[in-house]
């Protein structure tokens, strides 16, 4: 299966050892331990991570380090993970977040208060 | 609740250079950083550093990475990752939650190295997936070795645009273009011509007028600016790009800073608002010290020595080590400094931050040596 990753590289040299797999709503997705969620769906062409509350927009990575939530997923039943900096294990399950993910978690798991980036 | 000599906030080089300092002088030091790994955006670095030996020239980013993490060790600097603090109050308590739970501790002195954000810049479309920083898209390729796409656009020619488009080159991508809207190139001429011999165009005076694509990027639509930056009607053209990268820039993270209720100013070279600080690192409030971006945007040589700076000079208000042997350092430090703000570009951080000292000195009626409020408990440092 095509993938993104950069295993020839002029300076850096592949260092992932331990294979993963993770799954993006059912499809399994492989990995390396030491990659990031987003990182790992990047890498299989997956980038629309997050659906805006009110304009129901598009979102994916936008900062990579963890400052501005734009990543935010649900991650084995938890909402507003950022993926981006979230360290990927083996069998993690992670879904697209719709909102605050009160239509696919319920009012108790999903994430309280009002999506602001509309 | 546990006291500290120092409570170092954000473990990037400014940050890990402020902890070595005091833990080697003798202090008791917490460094705290909300990401899973030290090192800041150190490890993403794989460029060779500019400077003399003293600054790591030649070296790596993430070489220089490795072996302050060693040096951090050694001088057995307590590190807490995957930590924010979100209170700072009065008496020094820093207050952070490792997501979990909260704990509170004390600094005799407190370090804020909490770095900088990318800048975003607005435009239709500029929020569709595929839309990133430079950053982001470096971080992806150096960190975790994946392309963040194939066809890049860099939105920016200062050293983030040209570094980072000649790495996503290397990594593979192809770079459909880099533009600015100046009529030059803004970054080191040694990375530019890099990008140039690889054939990449660098269009200048042209910004991006919106990206599109469904649900994702597919493309942007570019257009030439005049000399006032104004788009120039009927120069629109279609470019295709599955990623666009933006490099405009970055700003201070001052939140900490500012609710730790340090004065700041403006200053458009350093990024924006920013803690008034003293040539030691010292900010307006008593005991707390900045480093690194979020005392001016430079580069990591310079926040680096900023972060030990700043550690020696805390370590001196707090009696803590021999006095000359810090001064000392203290010295070679300020002077590492003021090489590495030498040259074209170097010139006009160091008036900038010359700008900041004489605000500061201005401002604070204090003596050099300050007196640390300890919790009621006034010692003399």
Same mark, same amino acid.
């Given at each position: 299966?095509?993938?993104?990753?950069?295993?020839?590289?002029?300076?850096?040299?592949?260092?992932?050892?331990?294979?993963?797999?993770?799954?993006?709503?059912?499809?399994?997705?492989? %990995?390396?331990? %030491?990659?990031?969620?987003?990182?790992?769906?990047?890498?299989? %062409?997956?980038?629309?991570?997050?659906?805006?509350?009110?304009?129901?927009?598009?979102?994916?990575?936008?900062?990579?380090?963890?400052?501005?939530?734009?990543?935010?997923?649900?991650?084995?039943?938890?909402?507003?993970?950022?993926?981006?900096?979230k360290l990927a294990h083996d069998n993690m399950h992670v879904q697209r977040q719709i909102g605050t993910a009160q239509a696919i978690? %319920?009012?108790?798991?999903?994430a309280s208060g009002e999506d602001e980036t509309e | 609740m546990k006291t500290y000599d120092a409570v170092v906030i954000g473990a990037g080089p400014a940050g890990l250079g402020a902890a070595v300092e005091i833990a080697k002088a003798g202090g008791t030091t917490l460094l705290i950083d909300e990401n899973e790994r030290p090192g800041g955006q150190l490890f993403k670095q794989i460029h060779k550093f500019f400077?003399?030996?003293?600054?790591?020239?030649?070296?790596?980013?993430?070489?220089?990475?490795?072996?302050?993490?060693r040096e951090a060790e050694e001088a057995r600097v307590d590190i807490r990752l995957n930590t924010r603090v979100w209170g700072i109050f009065p008496d020094r308590t820093v207050v952070a939650t490792d997501?979990?739970?909260?704990?509170?501790?004390?600094?005799?002195?407190?370090?804020?190295?909490?770095?900088?954000?990318?800048?975003?810049?607005?435009?239709?479309?500029?929020?569709?997936?595929?839309?990133?920083?430079a950053g982001a898209a470096q971080t992806v390729a150096n960190l975790y070795h994946v392309l963040p796409g194939k066809r890049i656009l860099m939105v920016g020619s200062g050293n983030v645009g040209v570094i980072v488009a000649y790495q996503l080159l290397q990594a593979g991508a192809r770079i459909e273009a880099v533009i600015d809207v100046t009529d030059q190139v803004t970054g080191y001429e040694v990375h530019a011509r890099k990008i140039k011999r690889a054939g990449v165009p660098v269009l200048l005076r042209t910004t991006i007028k919106e990206a599109w694509g469904d649900k994702?990027?597919?493309?942007?639509?570019?257009?030439?600016?005049?000399?006032?930056?104004?788009?120039?009607?009927?120069?629109?053209w279609r470019i295709q790009a599955d990623t666009i990268c933006l490099a405009v820039g970055l700003t201070p993270r001052l939140e900490l800073a500012a609710?730790?209720?340090?004065?700041?100013?403006?200053?458009?070279?350093?990024?924006?608002?920013?803690?008034?600080?003293?040539?030691?690192?010292?900010?307006?409030?008593?005991?707390?010290?900045?480093?690194?971006?979020?005392?001016?945007?430079?580069?990591?040589?310079?926040?680096?020595?900023?972060?030990?700076?700043?550690?020696?000079?805390?370590?001196?208000?707090?009696?803590?080590?021999?006095?000359?042997?810090?001064?000392?350092?203290?010295?070679?430090?300020?002077?590492r400094l003021t090489s590495l703000r030498q040259g074209p570009f170097g010139e006009h951080r160091q008036r900038a931050k010359e700008c900041i000292w004489q605000l500061a000195s201005e401002r604070n009626h204090r003596p050099a040596s300050t007196i640390i409020n300890d919790g009621g408990k006034e010692r003399k440092a």
């Open positions: 299966m095509e993938n993104l990753y950069v295993k020839e590289h002029p300076i850096l040299a592949w260092d992932f050892d331990e294979q993963l797999t993770i799954y993006f709503e059912d499809r399994p997705l492989v %990995g390396w331990k %030491g990659q990031t969620i987003g990182a790992i769906l990047l890498a299989h %062409g997956i980038r629309y991570y997050r659906e805006t509350q009110r304009l129901h927009e598009p979102r994916g990575i936008f900062c990579g380090i963890g400052q501005c939530s734009d990543c935010y997923m649900i991650v084995d039943g938890q909402p507003n993970v950022k993926v981006c900096t978690l %319920g009012p108790d798991k999903s | 400077g003399s030996k003293e600054h790591y020239a030649g070296t790596r980013g993430y070489e220089i990475g490795q072996m302050l993490l997501d979990n739970r909260s704990f509170s501790c004390r600094g005799r002195t407190i370090i804020l190295a909490t770095g900088a954000s990318e800048n975003a810049l607005s435009f239709p479309g500029s929020t569709l997936p595929g839309v990133m920083t994702e990027v597919e493309g942007a639509i570019l257009h030439r600016v005049d000399d006032h930056f104004k788009p120039i009607p009927g120069t629109e609710i730790s209720g340090c004065a700041s100013a403006y200053n458009p070279v350093l990024g924006g608002m920013l803690p008034l600080h003293t040539t030691t690192m010292q900010t307006l409030q008593e005991g707390i010290f900045v480093a690194g971006d979020l005392a001016g945007i430079e580069e990591a040589s310079t926040a680096l020595d900023e972060g030990r700076v700043a550690g020696l000079q805390a370590a001196l208000d707090l009696g803590l080590g021999e006095t000359d042997t810090l001064e000392d350092l203290l010295r070679q430090g300020q002077e």
